[in-house]
């Protein structure tokens, strides 16, 4: 079956950056594309970007331009996503998806990231 | 912030109907396939709907979406307990170079 496995929870400090991982398993990564989602306490889902994870061309949402990075190891079935210059507002649950054709179907656990001075 | 709206809420008693709305525009709806996700409580959001109204496998037949314009709508049929969570509706937005753009959400309660 499709699993995303995240890594666990992270706090930084204003200014900092964070790298999340995912690893896949059940299916063929390279036929799918990883999406990543946060979601803010309360508050609704927030699509960040994908990354194709076969050619590794990626899609950032305007917001996170110049501020994310996606990253994908065919090696290992594992992509990464790293968060720069974090401030308060950037404390959310943030999600893996794969995703193909303009949907996501399935989702990883979610990793916390807190940002705390 | 989102570009498709939905009601905050919406309630129902055991065995009604619920119809959660989503509400777009040309850029996604209008032009795009909908999808709706469902997120219980402390959990991560799971595909409830896809291309409109199909349904993954597994998904009961009480939940179906459609969609009409810019707008979509997903039914709850035989409304049960475990229903209780929040719903999203979702689809590709071709404006600001190409998004993926999620509802404002819609919170299901069993009364």
């Known amino acids: 079956q499709v699993q995303l496995v995240q890594s666990g929870a992270e706090v930084r400090k204003p200014g900092a950056s964070v790298k999340v991982s995912c690893k896949a398993s059940?299916?063929?990564?390279?036929?799918?594309?990883i999406d990543w989602v946060r979601q803010a306490t309360g508050q609704g889902l927030e699509w960040m970007g994908w990354?194709?994870?076969?050619?590794?061309?990626?899609g950032y949402a305007q917001k996170f331009q110049g501020r994310v990075i996606m990253t994908t190891n065919t090696a290992t079935n594992t992509a990464s996503m790293e968060l720069s210059s974090l401030t308060f507002e950037d404390t959310a649950v943030y999600y893996c998806?794969?995703?193909?054709?303009?949907?996501?179907?399935?989702w990883g656990q979610g990793t916390l990231v807190t940002v705390s001075s | 912030q989102s570009v498709m709206t939905q009601p905050p809420s919406a309630s129902g008693t055991p065995g009604q109907r619920v119809t959660i709305s989503c509400s777009g525009s040309s850029s996604n709806i209008g032009s795009k396939t909908v999808h709706w996700y469902q997120q219980l409580p402390g959990t991560a959001p799971k595909l409830l709907s896809f291309n409109n109204n199909q349904r993954p496998l597994g998904v009961p037949d009480r939940f179906s979406g459609s969609k009409s314009g810019t707008s979509a709508s997903l039914a709850i049929s035989g409304l049960q307990s475990e229903d209780e969570a929040d719903y999203y509706c979702a689809a590709w937005d071709d404006s600001l170079g190409g998004f993926f753009a999620f509802g404002t959400g819609t919170k299901v309660s069993v009364l």
């Open positions: 059940g299916y063929t990564f390279t036929d799918y594309n």
């Open positions: 990354m194709d994870a076969n050619s590794g061309n990626t």
């Open positions: 998806a794969r995703g193909r054709a303009q949907l996501i179907d399935f």
